[in-house]
């Protein structure tokens, strides 16, 4: 089996294992690309939410946030283009009967004309070890540039055939690319169609007078809605920005990659209100800041790459995904997209009402402009948790399963530990516990021996053990050990509370944004 392979199968094992990720219904055997966070997950999302909205929200004074509900009128989605567009291209394997996006199918293709590249890049730069030039080589070696010429036509010609709906080119180039079903080799593909992946229900108690609706597909349409309310009742020039983060429902066609598609998920998304004609300035800004943002976590800038978008969504005069290296390759993480003044615009025009900002400066009324930051915020959990998750071998031979996620984020951020369960231990143990729960979320655990305690936290992520023993009681001092060093110093009780703070308060991880 492929080494990436093994290391996402241990993220979802360790995932279940550990209390962060539990398929749904599993009892009743599951239900697909749906999954609920168990008790070490809600902590871990909850953290990264606070993370994004006090990035957003609290430190920018032009940002406010909301809280939108999911249901909302139906017209919204054929005002937004939803209704029609909201579409992906699918295709049926009529020998495996499985079902696949097609573009999905043709990307793949092209990403393992990458995966060559890359190997002919390894191995150049093997080969001339320190006068290695990679730019150069890059620039010039005729097989990477062939293989980047073959990439780019497949690319353009399949943005070309989306966007003029000709599905039977995308199935001509599926089959003249020899695309075959990764699990079963088989070219025998059915035509392709279109799909929308909004789900339906309906609202109201009595089947004739019910209401059909959608789950949103996104969080954006309720920012979008609430753009007056918002802005009469902020009283925010523009620029300004309103967030949200909330759920969004999409009926993904191939929903196989454990929560980095799933059909319930979650988006934190920012909707950046512009005047007309500089909306292409602050697109550039948020990329970088949201880029920025990203790297504060520490995870490594070499995981992280923009993909911009060759073919552009029905709205947008600009977009690129910031995308991440999962452990089954690069894939989007977020989107940021200058959306133009499309929404607002389709808004006024479904709803007859006017959405439009006087500008003191110009002096004039306009429709304002948009540039939307999105992220999945399970795509993220996915990032952070596969990211951190690490085997290491000790001096001593032996071996541990560590999860390093950034301190502001860990489930707990301490955990205190009697020595034994016995002559006093506890009681002191408890002392610190009811002390430290009201700044951190702090377990008390007394099971098992030191070492397997120790062992427990480093696989949930906890940056720091606090143990009690004999000596604690005379001197006020515990042993505090560090999940990523390992070290071990003693330190008096008083001080806890602030070398704790300092590793994990949220200050540490947004003063580096
Ligand atoms: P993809 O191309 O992967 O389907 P998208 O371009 O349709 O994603 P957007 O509509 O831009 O995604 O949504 C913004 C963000 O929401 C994405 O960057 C991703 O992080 C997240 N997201 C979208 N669809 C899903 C999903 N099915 N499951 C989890 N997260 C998702």
Same mark, same amino acid.
């Given at each position: 089996?492929?080494?990436?392979?093994d290391? &996402?199968?241990?993220?979802?094992?360790?995932?279940?294992?550990?209390?962060?990720?539990?398929?749904? #219904?599993?009892?009743?055997?599951?239900? #697909?690309?749906?999954?609920?966070?168990?008790?070490?997950?809600? *902590?871990?999302?909850?953290?990264?939410?606070?993370?994004?909205?006090?990035?957003?929200?609290?430190? /920018?004074?032009?940002?406010?946030?909301?809280?939108?509900a999911? !249901?909302?009128?139906? $017209?919204?989605?054929?005002?937004?283009?939803?209704?029609?567009?909201?579409?992906?291209?699918?295709?049926?394997?009529?020998? #495996?009967?499985? %079902?696949? %996006?097609?573009?999905?199918?043709? *990307?793949?293709?092209?990403?393992?004309?990458?995966?060559?590249?890359?190997? +002919?890049?390894?191995?150049?730069?093997?080969?001339?070890?320190?006068?290695?030039?990679?730019?150069?080589?890059?620039?010039? /070696?005729?097989?990477i540039?062939?293989?980047? *010429?073959?990439?780019?036509?497949?690319?353009?010609?399949?943005?070309? #055939?989306?966007?003029?709906?000709?599905?039977a080119?995308?199935?001509?180039?599926?089959?003249?690319?020899?695309?075959?079903?990764?699990?079963?080799?088989?070219?025998?593909?059915?035509?392709?169609?279109?799909?929308?992946?909004?789900?339906?229900?309906?609202?109201?108690?009595?089947?004739?007078?019910? $209401?059909?609706?959608?789950?949103?597909?996104?969080?954006?349409q309720?920012?979008?809605?609430?753009?007056?309310?918002?802005?009469?009742?902020?009283?925010?020039?523009?620029?300004?920005?309103?967030?949200?983060?909330?759920?969004?429902? %999409?009926?993904?066609? =191939?929903?196989?990659?454990?929560?980095?598609?799933?059909?319930?998920?979650?988006?934190? @998304?920012?909707?950046?209100?512009?005047?007309?004609?500089?909306?292409?300035? &602050?697109? @550039?800004?948020?990329?970088?800041?949201?880029?920025?943002?990203h790297?504060?976590?520490?995870?490594?800038?070499?995981?992280?790459?923009?993909?911009?978008? +060759?073919?552009?969504?029905?709205?947008?005069?600009?977009?690129?995904?910031?995308e991440?290296? !999962?452990?089954?390759?690069?894939?989007?993480?977020?989107?940021?997209?200058?959306?133009?003044?499309?929404?607002?615009?389709?808004? +006024?025009?479904?709803?007859?009402?006017?959405?439009?900002?006087?500008?003191?400066?110009?002096?004039?009324?306009?429709?304002?402009?948009? =540039?939307?930051?999105?992220?999945?915020?399970? %795509?993220?959990?996915?990032?952070? &948790?596969?990211?951190?998750?690490?085997?290491?071998?000790?001096?001593d031979?032996?071996?541990?399963?560590?999860?390093?996620?950034?301190?502001?984020?860990?489930? =707990?951020?301490?955990?205190?530990?009697?020595?034994?369960?016995?002559?006093?231990?506890?009681?002191?143990?408890?002392?610190?516990?009811n002390?430290?729960? !009201?700044? &951190? /979320?702090?377990?008390? *655990?007394?099971?098992?021996?030191?070492?397997?305690?120790?062992?427990?936290?480093?696989?949930?992520?906890?940056?720091?053990?606090?143990t009690?023993?004999?000596?604690?009681?005379?001197?006020?001092?515990?042993?505090?050990?560090?999940?990523? $060093?390992?070290?071990?110093?003693?330190?008096?009780?008083?001080?806890?509370?602030?070398?704790?703070?300092?590793?994990?308060?949220?200050?540490?991880?947004?003063?580096?944004?």
């Amino acid at each position: 089996m492929a080494k990436q392979e093994d290391v &996402f199968k241990k993220v979802v094992s360790h995932a279940k294992e550990y209390g962060f990720i539990f398929p749904s #219904s599993e009892i009743y055997d599951g239900l #697909s690309a749906i999954y609920d966070y168990g008790q070490n997950g809600a *902590e871990l999302k909850n953290n990264i939410k606070q993370y994004w909205w006090k990035a957003m929200v609290q430190l /920018n004074e032009n940002i406010v946030g909301i809280d939108s509900a999911i !249901f909302m009128h139906p $017209t919204i989605w054929k005002a937004s283009g939803h209704v029609d567009a909201f579409n992906d291209p699918l295709i049926d394997n009529k020998d #495996s009967k499985k %079902r696949f %996006r097609a573009d999905v199918l043709v *990307e793949d293709y092209c990403a393992k004309i990458e995966d060559k590249e890359n190997k +002919e890049i390894e191995k150049a730069a093997k080969r001339f070890g320190d006068a290695f030039d990679k730019a150069q080589f890059e620039a010039t /070696n005729p097989k990477i540039l062939e293989y980047r *010429e073959k990439r780019a036509t497949i690319l353009s010609r399949l943005a070309k #055939s989306l966007e003029k709906e000709d599905l039977a080119d995308v199935k001509a180039l599926i089959e003249e690319l020899e695309i075959a079903d990764p699990d079963t080799g088989s070219k025998n593909w059915t035509e392709v169609r279109q799909f929308n992946l909004m789900f339906g229900t309906k609202l109201g108690a009595s089947a004739d007078s019910a $209401t059909d609706l959608y789950l949103r597909p996104e969080t954006a349409q309720g920012i979008f809605v609430n753009y007056l309310n918002v802005q009469k009742t902020s009283r925010h020039k523009l620029p300004f920005g309103i967030a949200q983060i909330g759920k969004a429902f %999409r009926n993904e066609i =191939v929903a196989r990659q454990f929560i980095f598609r799933m059909r319930e998920f979650e988006q934190m @998304e920012m909707q950046y209100f512009v005047p007309p004609g500089t909306e292409l300035e &602050f697109y @550039e800004n948020w990329k970088k800041t949201r880029l920025n943002w990203h790297l504060a976590l520490g995870l490594g800038a070499e995981n992280y790459r923009f993909h911009d978008h +060759e073919k552009l969504a029905h709205y947008a005069n600009a977009a690129a995904d910031i995308e991440f290296n !999962f452990p089954f390759g690069f894939k989007e993480l977020e989107g940021i997209h200058s959306r133009t003044d499309f929404d607002l615009s389709a808004h +006024e025009k479904f709803s007859g009402r006017k959405i439009q900002y006087f500008d003191p400066e110009r002096n004039e009324n306009y429709v304002p402009y948009v =540039v939307e930051t999105s992220v999945g915020l399970d %795509r993220l959990f996915l990032a952070i &948790f596969s990211n951190s998750l690490k085997d290491e071998v000790l001096e001593d031979g032996s071996e541990r399963t560590v999860l390093s996620l950034p301190p502001a984020l860990a489930p =707990v951020k301490a955990a205190i530990l009697p020595l034994v369960k016995k002559d006093g231990l506890p009681a002191f143990a408890d002392k610190i516990f009811n002390d430290l729960k !009201f700044d &951190f /979320n702090v377990i008390f *655990e007394e099971k098992d021996s030191i070492g397997k305690r120790y062992r427990r936290q480093d696989a949930i992520g906890t940056p720091f053990c606090i143990t009690v023993d004999h000596d604690s009681l005379n001197d006020n001092t515990v042993t505090l050990r560090y999940r990523d $060093t390992m070290e071990q110093e003693r330190v008096p009780v008083s001080e806890l509370r602030r070398i704790i703070d300092e590793k994990v308060n949220f200050r540490t991880l947004l003063s580096k944004i």
